[in-house]
């Protein structure tokens, strides 16, 4: 379990969390993040974006480098995750694969004009006991030490953003040039925002 605080609206942070698609980019080598050498387009389905939320999942549109079967080109090995959002705000990522499951939520807090808190909790089954034994081992303040990295070297980006949505006032249709192999939860969440974002804080 983590908090962090950050300095933008908490809908850009929800936002950038129903953005898998940047981490290995912009998290390269990073404990928590991804690495660039293994960016690839994603293949995502959303399958409900209703007054509740966002429903959909999503993985990597890449074949393994591994031998494949007969038949079976061209098919992406990858094991869906599931991600959605729960109203108002609460981002979910649950992924299933020979027998290990990783799963997280994280709840985005309003508390200001352009201000936001993250509250977060990561948890997962079925991992080796040696991974079980290295994690009980680790101590606390090791966990906590790098626990908001990813979410920190966000923030320049993330706040240039919205400085220029607010100065220029541009409609953010005209401004970003979503892409389907990417973006897609993301132009969900604006949609959602669209439809009920009028009771939403700031």
């Known amino acids: 379990n983590y908090v962090c605080d950050l300095p933008y609206d908490a809908g850009y942070l929800a936002e950038n ?18 690495k ?27 074949v393994d480098a591994s031998p494949i079967p007969s038949g079976q080109e061209g098919k992406p090995s990858k094991p869906w995750t599931d991600l959605s959002m729960d109203a108002p705000c609460i981002v979910r990522y649950r992924t299933a ?25 990561t948890y997962f089954g079925g991992a080796p006991w040696f991974v079980k034994l290295l994690i009980t081992f680790k101590p ?6 790098n626990s908001c990295t990813v979410l920190e070297q966000d923030v320049t980006l993330i706040t240039s953003q919205e400085d220029h949505m607010r100065s220029s006032g541009a409609n953010i249709k005209d401004t970003w040039l ?17 439809l009920v974002g009028g009771g939403m804080p700031h």
Not at 20 to 26: L, T
Not at 140 to 145: F, G, K, T, V
Not at 178 to 190: G, H, K, Q
Request: include cysteine.
């Open 17 to 34: 969390l129903l953005d898998p698609a940047h981490i290995p980019i912009s998290h390269d080598a990073t404990t928590g993040g991804g």
């Open 36 to 62: 660039k050498e293994k960016a690839c387009p994603y293949e995502m389905e959303v399958r409900e974006n209703d007054v509740k939320g966002i429903r959909g999942v999503y993985r990597e549109d890449a």
């Open 97 to 121: 694969a020979k027998g290990f499951v990783f799963a997280a939520a994280l709840h985005c807090v309003p508390v200001g004009q352009e201000r936001s808190r993250l509250l977060f909790r």
């Open 140 to 145: 606390m303040w090791w966990r906590h030490l």
């Open 178 to 194: 979503p892409l389907r192999s990417s973006d897609a939860f993301v132009v969900e969440y604006r949609k959602w925002l669209d």
